[in-house]
């Protein structure tokens, strides 16, 4: 655990469902005594792993009397209301890096609706931003940055309490993944590989952020040993970049 430092602390922490921001909710809960909201914007779309984390931390928050707000559908608008891999089946819609429209509707846009609901600036929110990163998001609340916290001490953080290390967070058809971590999905989560491999060619569109190659191409002649990267624990999420 690090010390008691002076900090920027607000009432509200956007969580990720990752290792920043699970390391950042240890910190304030157990070292500043923070009671806040510590949201979560459920797109339908993240890995498995993430869901179950979401679980375990919730049972250790649990203990301080605090709980994680899941901000669900009913926080999204229109056609927007179905999960994230319903909209891409139904309207043949693909995350684009370039619009960004899955960010704004399913994490910006239903976050900030339940913050306006619960009397929250959503513009106050905290954010899990390491160190090493202290060049991303300059405009927000970064207290992992104030403190000179790295992702690595973030993930030392996490086991001081006796907790394992979530996996990378992000959506499994988040088009800023990097090609390792689409072998990965095609090796662990071979029904949600074929589902955007579907996607792709029903629709013509790719989710790979160069548009030229589609994922079956992308991950084609490439064997067991060459699907790990273990730098892809240091790579951050990118989507609300």
């Keep these: 655990m690090s010390g008691i430092r002076a900090v920027t602390i607000t009432n509200l922490l ?4 990752g290792v920043n921001s699970t390391a950042l909710a ?3 809960v157990s070292d500043y005594g923070w009671r806040g909201r510590i949201v979560f914007a459920d797109t339908g779309a993240e890995y498995p792993e993430t869901y179950d984390f979401i679980g375990i931390l919730s049972r250790w928050l649990s203990e301080y009397g605090m709980s994680i707000d899941i901000v669900g559908s009913e926080f999204r608008s229109e056609k927007f209301k179905l999960s994230l891999p319903q909209l891409m089946d139904i309207y043949g819609m ?3 890096v370039r619009q960004r429209w899955c960010t704004t509707e ?3 846009a239903p ?3 339940w913050c306006r609901q619960h009397g929250l600036d959503p513009n106050s929110a905290m954010v899990g931003i390491a160190y090493d990163e202290a060049h991303r998001r ?6 992992l940055v104030e403190m000179g916290i790295t992702r690595d001490q973030c993930a030392q953080i996490i086991r001081s309490v006796g907790l394992p290390v979530p996996r990378k967070s992000g959506c499994f058809c988040c088009p800023f993944q990097s090609r390792s971590q689409w072998l990965a999905l095609r090796r662990m989560y071979p029904d949600r590989f074929a589902f955007l491999v579907w996607i792709e060619s029903r629709t013509g569109l790719k989710f790979h952020p160069d548009g030229e190659l ?3 191409q992308i991950t084609a002649n490439y064997g067991q040993t060459e699907m790990f990267d ?3 624990f240091y790579r951050p999420c990118m989507c609300r970049d």
């Design 14 to 17: 956007a969580y990720g469902g």
């Design 26 to 28: 240890i910190l304030l």
């Design 94 to 96: 693909v995350p684009s």
């Design 106 to 108: 399913y994490k910006i």
């Design 111 to 113: 976050f900030t609706k």
């Design 138 to 143: 300059k405009d927000k609340i970064r207290p």
């Design 214 to 216: 589609f994922l079956s």
């Design 230 to 232: 273990f730098s892809e």
